[in-house]
């Protein structure tokens, strides 16, 4: 079998992104013996006499000898002409000759200035699986360089034919080395995101296949659910359920950011909102306005609407509650109040995301359901939590990143703590990430916060909720490209790539490892931490 570069492809097989791709990247690493090197999602530009080249070699082949064959794969439909065959494009159609030439001359120039890759044989070859090449005379191309739906099956038997095994010398070694680094092999981290977010949903969907194949009567359904174990996914499936039977379901949790989330991403339809937002709607339909200058506002909300009886139209024929664990006994006994005589009733939690150490509501009669995979974060993440987490707390490594995903930057101080966020930025940009892709997230409160006092941090724009929502009721934020965040506003999001900053504590006691657990599951791709020396040392002894 062939060696492959990066590793890890097979982790991306199912998600169907660039799936012809993926194909033939496992047709030539099991047909090709291991005297070959298949590198693939090579990017690379060449510039010179002011205009730049851009192109993508969808693979580079490299035998025992460092010789290369280019593949230029084109998938779908081709179509022929006077000028050779050319594929069509949104905007315009492009000859495939004059393509495959300018990758195969950007290419060679950059290896002919390497140091001992001057002699290199270098060969292009074109691949159209789905396509049967009519007139290959007039193809503008070497038919003997043309492997079509025909020769399909025969795609590693063709390179091996071009590209013999060859003998092994320096020169290969040379040009290993300016394949990884002069062209700096990556990985679109733009694509890669689409891909994750596809594979996640799709894997930690499972939840949400099964969950809802369970039949009782009354229908009450607990779910006790890790980070990313599918939650999301499984209220979804039964908001959106209820809507097309023609019902009204009602999702309810404590967190504003995850309502208004969740009300983004949800079907329109029934009601999403926190249960203090239930409540204020109830006693405004009833004719009374909150004074939310009160001290003791949110508690009044809860017991006057607990003290209004629940007519028709608050009684709905599906009532989710999420984030169950942040819910008091009197607080549960309000929301399922307002589930119909026949309802179907889902309670999801999370114990490890209980911040505020509330004590566990009773469900008595309810069936329990265990869920204890992560989808969603890096295993070296997860792997970290668990040697953290309590017995009765058990997480699974189940996400598709195998590569590690977790840095750590220590600091001592305030000033130190700014230099090193602003460098777990750099590292998520340096590595492909977006400013849109990245959250900041602090260990700490909003008030106790050192981050939050800041609008910029060098380059960044910090992005920070007002407190004010607009006149459809969305969050307002600050201007900004960072959006940043605290852990507990951020409960129940995720993000591609995730700095959690202001990580400090004097022991790593019960809520110290809730946090952490809260903060590092947050990330679906990378996580930087960013820790004080005191936190890094206890932290550091517990993982040994």
């Known amino acids: 079998m062939a060696n492959v570069v990066p590793h890890g492809w097979r982790e991306y097989a199912v998600t169907g992104a660039a799936q012809r791709e993926i194909e033939t990247l496992d047709a030539l690493a099991r047909g090709l013996s291991d005297d070959y090197t298949v590198y693939h999602a090579v990017h690379w530009s060449n510039a010179e006499r002011g205009y730049a080249i851009h192109g993508e070699i969808d693979f580079v082949v490299v035998n025992r000898a460092g010789d290369l064959l280019l593949i230029e794969q084109k998938s779908g439909f081709l179509e022929e002409g006077p000028g050779g065959l050319a594929k069509r494009y949104a905007e315009k159609t492009k000859s495939v000759p004059v393509q495959m030439a300018r990758s195969l001359a950007a290419i060679q120039a950059k290896l002919h200035a390497r140091p001992g890759c001057r002699d290199i044989s270098l ?62 092999l990556e990985t679109d981290v733009s694509a890669l995101i689409g891909q994750a977010r596809g594979l996640v949903t799709r894997i930690a969907g499972g939840l949400a296949h099964w969950a809802r194949r369970l039949e009782f009567e009354p229908h009450r359904l607990r779910v006790t659910g890790t980070a990313g174990s599918g939650k999301t996914q499984l209220a979804l499936a039964e908001y959106a359920a209820a809507l097309e039977a023609g019902k009204r379901p009602l999702y309810l949790c404590y967190n504003r950011p995850l309502a208004d989330h969740f009300q983004r991403i949800a079907p329109p339809g029934g009601l999403a909102c926190t249960l203090h937002m239930l409540c204020d709607q109830r006693l405004r339909a009833a004719g009374e306005t909150p004074d939310f200058a009160r001290p003791d506002a949110f508690e009044w909300l809860l017991e006057r609407a607990a003290a ?99 840095e750590v930057l220590t600091y001592r101080d305030a000033t130190e703590l700014n230099q090193k966020v602003k460098e777990g930025i750099r590292l998520c940009l340096a590595e492909g990430f977006r400013k849109s892709d990245l959250a900041l997230i602090s260990f700490r409160g909003r008030e106790q916060s050192l981050l939050f006092a ?57 809520r110290a490892v809730r946090k952490l657990f809260v903060g590092a599951t947050r990330a679906m791709m990378k996580l930087v931490m960013v820790v004080s020396e005191r936190a890094a040392e206890q932290l550091m002894a517990h993982l040994d």
């Open 454 to 510: 800041y609008d910029q941090l060098g380059p960044h724009r910090l992005k920070t909720y007002t407190g004010r929502y607009d006149l459809l009721g969305q969050p307002i934020h600050t201007e900004g490209d960072v959006l940043l965040e605290s852990v507990y506003r951020f409960k129940g999001q995720a993000a591609p790539a995730i700095v959690f900053a202001e990580i400090d504590f004097e022991a790593l006691d019960e």
């Open 123 to 184: 060969d292009i070859l074109l691949y159209c699986p789905d396509y049967t090449v009519q007139k290959l005379p007039t193809a503008g191309i070497d038919p003997a360089r043309i492997v079509d739906s025909r020769g399909a099956g025969r795609l590693a038997e063709t390179v091996a034919r071009i590209l013999p095994a060859g003998e092994g010398d320096d020169r290969a070694r040379q040009v290993h080395r300016f394949l990884r680094d002069i062209l700096q």
């Open 308 to 406: 209004l009886p629940v007519g028709e139209d608050w009684r709905f024929d599906s009532l989710i509650v999420d984030e169950g664990q942040d819910f008091t006994e009197a607080w549960r006994d309000l929301a399922l109040a307002h589930a119909g005589p026949a309802g179907r009733m889902l309670w999801l939690e999370d114990p490890m995301q209980n911040l505020y150490l509330r004590p566990p509501v009773d469900l008595p009669g309810w069936v329990r359901l265990r869920a204890d995979g992560n989808y969603r974060s890096p295993r070296a993440v997860v792997r970290m939590l668990q040697s953290l987490l309590p017995a009765d707390a058990p997480i699974e490594a189940r996400g598709p990143f195998q590569s590690s995903g977790l």
